[in-house]
């Protein structure tokens, strides 16, 4: 029996954000915001690791999240600019490491830095990839998404810790050839925390709810999608 890949709510998110598949009807995306204790300024350098359980764009059997990690790079080009790649793929036990996705984006932020909060956007274009099991298919793109993503850094370094909140309407689509068919959307509310164990090394803590619709087949899933790891300055300003 042929098996043509299911990508319809998969391409919803890449949030910002694996390789290959072997169900074609499931697949996994990053909703997390996954960010650093601030803003990057110009110069400076961050990775993070994360890990916890994202969400199955098209649910079967009643399973709505899988295990999977991330991994994220991001430099501050300006002060008020920052540039972002990241990776994710699936942990799951049958599963591991065959699918997922990649996505890059930009935070620009504005705002006093004396006020209660800085604000940002941050745009983001992810793709996702499938690794048929057919012989020679090799990997291929699977899907397209972009999403705006609405930031807040809540500025108050007496806290403890340094919470942060997002906003994200996605899009996704399955081909750049008809990005109106295999198509929906996504909207994603995070909340999230940074704990500074040092002057370069950061806890980050951060639950997604996530409301995905897959337009071809009219369903919808109100989705959690928490996230736990940590992250490194590697280049900070004074």
């Known amino acids: 029996m042929k098996c043509t890949p299911n990508v319809k709510g998969w ?3 890449f949030l910002g954000l694996g390789l290959g598949l072997t169900s074609c009807s499931r697949q996994i995306y990053n909703p997390a915001l996954n960010l650093p204790t601030k803003p990057l300024k110009q110069g400076e350098v961050n990775v993070a690791l994360n890990h916890g359980y994202m969400p199955e764009a098209h649910p079967v059997n009643g399973q709505i999240l899988s295990p999977a990690g991330a991994a994220t790079a991001r430099v501050g080009v300006t002060n008020n600019i920052m540039l972002q790649v990241e990776g994710w793929t699936d942990l799951s036990p049958d599963l591991f490491w065959e699918r997922g996705g990649y996505a890059f984006s930009m935070l620009y932020t504005f705002g006093k830095e004396d006020g209660l909060f800085t604000y940002g956007l941050m745009p983001k274009y992810g793709f996702g990839l499938y690794a048929s099991s057919a012989p020679d298919a090799g990997t291929q793109v699977n899907g397209h998404a972009m999403a705006l993503a609405l930031v807040a850094y809540l500025n108050k370094e007496n806290l403890g810790v340094k919470p ?3 906003l994200t309407p996605i899009y996704g689509f399955r081909s750049w050839d008809d990005p109106g068919m295999d198509n929906g959307y996504a909207i994603a509310l995070q909340a999230g925390l940074n704990y500074e164990f040092n002057a370069w090394l950061n806890l980050n803590v951060e639950l997604p709810l996530v409301y995905q619709q897959n337009l071809r087949d009219d369903i919808a899933y ?8 940590i992250s490194a300055d590697l280049f900070v300003r004074e």
Not at 224 to 229: E, F, K, L
């Open 164 to 166: 942060y909140f997002g």
């Open 11 to 13: 391409v919803l998110a």
């Open 222 to 229: 109100l989705i959690p999608a928490p996230m736990v790891g």
